[in-house]
C-alpha cells in the first residue's frame, strides 16, 4: 500500500502519579513530563515495520493538539515516519469531534491503513479508532496483537477478555495497538538531528470545517477514595490468622 | 422516564456474567424502563437468561446468522436501528463493549461516555481517568442519546428470579461485508473466571519462570480462585494474555486478592481497587504494593507461597 496513517496523542507520562488541582478543575500538568501516549508508539512502531518489510511506502503521523504536541510528533519522526500533520487546536476537544477531524485527514491523504493505539492513557476513553471507522464506514479491528496484511486485506489477531481472536478485514482499515503488538524501538539521537528536516505541517482544527460532536461537560474532578490503612504480618501464621479473622477462611 | 437499551455480551449460548452489572448500574438511573438486546445467531437460552435479571423489563432479540460473532461492525448498525426510541444505551465495558458502544455512538452523532463508576442522575455520572488515579463527573447533554459502557467492577449483579417478556424484532440495517469473523481461542482453564472470582490470586515477573508459575496455581488451587498476573508475567510469557490485570487488563473486584512478586505500579493497581482484601507478598518491604494492600507479608515468595499452601492444609 502507498501510505499508512497513524495517530499520536500527546498525554502525561506514565509513570507520572498525576494529581488533581486543588479546586478540583482539573488535572495538573504544569512542569509534568509529557510523552507519546505508549499505545499510539507501539501503532507507530508496527507502521514501520510495515514499511521496513516492503508493506507500505510513506508512513505519515498526525497529532490533534496544541503546539506542544509538535514535539510528539518530533519523536515519531525520529522514529522513522516520514511526515507529520499537527491539527492545533487550544482546547481538547471531544473523541467524536477528534475522529471527524482525522477522518478530514483520511479523506485527503487516502491510506491503505490507519493504526492508533487502542486507548490513550490519560482520559482512558478507548474509543477514537472505533469512532474514526465509524465514520469513514470502514472495518475496525481493536486491539490487535498482530497484523499480518494480504493485499487488500488483512487478519488481524485481537486480544479480548477469553483469550485470542483473529478476524479479516478488507482494507483500507482501522486498527487499534494493544500492548503485546510490539516493542517500540529507541531513538538514536542522529534521527533526532535528521527528524528536524522533516515536513511537519499544521492545520487549524477549525479549518478542517468539522462539525463539534455534542459536548459532554467535565464538572469537576477529585481524587479517588482511599482504602484504609493496612497491616504488615511477620509470617505466614500471621496471614493466616489475620484472614481467618476476616472471614477469607 | 429513562428508556435504557442494555446490549448483551455472550459466547453463542450463555449471557456474560457482565450483563448483571450492567443491568445494575442501569437500575441506577431513577424512574428507568431497561430492556436486554440480545444479538445473536439463536438467541433462545441467552434471551432467557436475561430475562431471568431483576430489573429487566422486557428482552428483545435479533436472531440472525450474521450475528454468530461479535463483530462490531454488523452489530453496531442493528444497534443504531434499535435504539431509536431509547434515552440511553449501555454496554459492559469489556473488550466487546468497548469494541463495539464508540461505533455505536458515533453512527449515532454522539460522544460516548466510558466506564461508568456511580451514577449521580439520568445523564450525570463518574467514571476514573489516568489509570484510576482521577474520578471526573461528566454530563452528558439531556437532548440526545446517552451512549456508554459500564465498569463492571463497580457493581454487584442484580439478583435473578425475573422473567421479563421476550420479543423477537427486526430492523432494517445495512450490514457491511468487509469484516469477517476467522476463529477465537479461548484460554481454557477449569479455575474460577478470572473477573467474577471470589478469590484471585495473582503472580508477577517475580515468578521468573513458566515452571515457577505452578505455586500460583497450586495456591490458588487450595483456596478455589481464579488466577491473574501483572503484565510484566504476561509479557515474560509465564501466562497467557487473558490474565493480565489491571489499566489494559481486566478490571476485577474480587472479596480477596493475594498479589504475589507483584510491585504495585499504578497500571495495576487500578485493575484491584474494588478488591475487598488486598494480601501482598513481596520480598521488598518499600514495594508500592505494601501501601493498598489490606495485609502485607515481606518476605521472599519462594518460601512463603509453599509454607502458606500447606498451611491451608
Ligand atoms: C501503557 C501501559 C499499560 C500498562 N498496563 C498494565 C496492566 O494492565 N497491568 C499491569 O500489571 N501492568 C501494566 N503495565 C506495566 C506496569 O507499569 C508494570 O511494569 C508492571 O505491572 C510490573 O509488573 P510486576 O509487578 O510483575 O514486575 P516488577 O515491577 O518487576 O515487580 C516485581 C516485584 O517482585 C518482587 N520480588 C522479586 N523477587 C521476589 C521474591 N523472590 N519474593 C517476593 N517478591 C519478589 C520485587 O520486589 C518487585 O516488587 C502497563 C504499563 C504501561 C506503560
Redesign the pocket.
Known amino acids: 500500500m502507498d501510505k499508512i496513517l497513524v495517530g499520536l496523542k500527546r498525554v502525561v507520562d ?1 509513570n507520572v502519579r498525576v494529581r488533581v488541582k486543588s479546586d478540583g478543575s482539573g488535572v495538573e500538568t504544569d512542569g509534568v513530563k509529557m510523552s507519546i501516549n ?2 499510539d508508539e507501539i501503532a507507530l512502531e508496527e507502521a514501520l515495520r510495515i514499511k521496513e518489510s516492503g508493506g507500505a511506502s510513506e508512513i505519515v503521523v498526525v497529532s490533534v493538539g496544541t503546539s506542544e504536541a509538535q514535539q510528539q510528533l518530533r519523536t515519531g519522526l525520529a522514529m522513522g515516519a516520514d511526515r507529520a500533520i499537527l491539527i492545533t487546536t487550544d482546547d481538547a476537544p471531544d473523541v467524536l469531534s477528534c475522529a471527524r477531524a482525522l477522518l478530514e485527514i483520511v479523506n485527503r491523504e487516502d491510506p491503505g491503513l490507519v493504526i492508533v493505539g487502542k486507548q490513550a ?1 490519560d482520559d482512558d476513553n478507548a474509543q477514537t479508532g472505533q469512532m474514526l471507522a465509524a465514520l469513514w464506514g470502514r472495518p475496525q479491528a481493536t486491539c490487535a496483537s498482530k497484523i499480518e496484511l494480504d493485499g487488500d486485506k488483512a487478519i488481524i489477531t485481537r486480544e479480548i477478555d477469553v483469550g485470542m481472536e483473529r478476524i479479516e478485514i478488507d482494507l483500507p482499515a482501522v486498527v487499534t495497538a494493544d ?1 503485546r503488538l510490539n516493542e517500540p524501538r529507541y531513538v538514536k539521537l542522529p534521527d533526532i538531528m535528521k527528524a528536524k528536516k522533516k515536513p511537519l505541517d499544521e492545520i487549524a482544527f477549525a479549518e478542517l470545517g468539522v462539525e463539534a460532536g455534542p459536548q459532554i461537560a467535565h464538572s469537576s474532578y477529585e481524587p479517588p477514595s482511599e482504602r484504609d490503612k493496612g497491616v504488615m504480618v511477620d509470617d505466614v501464621q500471621g496471614l493466616v490468622t489475620s484472614l481467618k479473622d476476616r472471614g477469607l477462611l | 422516564m429513562s428508556r435504557i437499551l442494555v446490549i448483551a455480551e455472550h459466547d453463542g449460548s450463555t449471557l456474560n456474567a457482565s450483563i448483571a452489572k450492567t443491568v445494575a448500574c442501569a437500575a441506577q438511573i431513577e424512574n428507568a424502563e431497561i430492556d436486554v438486546l440480545v444479538l445473536a445467531d439463536a438467541a433462545g437460552p441467552i434471551a432467557a437468561e436475561a430475562a431471568s435479571l431483576a430489573s429487566v423489563s422486557r428482552v428483545l432479540t435479533i436472531e440472525s446468522e450474521s450475528n454468530a460473532h461479535p463483530l462490531a461492525a454488523l452489530l453496531a448498525p442493528q444497534i443504531v436501528a434499535a435504539a431509536q426510541n431509547y434515552t440511553h444505551v449501555f454496554g459492559p465495558s469489556t473488550t466487546f463493549g468497548k469494541d463495539l458502544m464508540p461505533r455505536v455512538a458515533a453512527l449515532l452523532g454522539v460522544n460516548q461516555i466510558s466506564d461508568i463508576m456511580s451514577v449521580a442522575g439520568s445523564h450525570e455520572f463518574k467514571r476514573p481517568i489516568y489509570a484510576g488515579n482521577v474520578v471526573v463527573t461528566l454530563s452528558a447533554p439531556a437532548d440526545v442519546i446517552v451512549v456508554a459502557t459500564v465498569r463492571t467492577a463497580s457493581y454487584k449483579a442484580v439478583a435473578t428470579g425475573n422473567s421479563a417478556p421476550i420479543e423477537s424484532i427486526s430492523v432494517d440495517a445495512d450490514l457491511p461485508t468487509h469484516t469477517r469473523f476467522v476463529d477465537a481461542q479461548a484460554g481454557s482453564s477449569d479455575r474460577p473466571d478470572l473477573q467474577t472470582a471470589a478469590v484471585v490470586v495473582a503472580g ?3 515468578l521468573g519462570s513458566v515452571e515457577n508459575f505452578d505455586l500460583i496455581y497450586t495456591l490458588a488451587d487450595k483456596l478455589g480462585a481464579g488466577v491473574g498476573a ?4 504476561v509479557d515474560a510469557g509465564y501466562v497467557a494474555n487473558e490474565l ?6 481486566k478490571i476485577i473486584a474480587p472479596d480477596l486478592y493475594i498479589a ?9 493497581l487500578t ?1 484491584i481497587k474494588d478488591a475487598g482484601t488486598i494480601v501482598a ?4 518491604e518499600e ?1 508500592p ?1 505494601f501501601e493498598v494492600a489490606d495485609i502485607g507479608l515481606a ?4 518460601t512463603v507461597v509453599p509454607e502458606l499452601t500447606e498451611a491451608l492444609g
Open positions: 506514565y505508549p499505545f492513557i500492548l | 508477577g515477573r517475580a501483572s503484565r510484566a508475567a493480565q490485570v489491571g489499566q489494559t487488563g504475589i512478586g507483584i510491585s504495585g505500579a499504578i497500571q495495576h485493575g507478598i513481596n520480598k521488598d514495594a504494593i518476605g521472599d515468595l519462594f
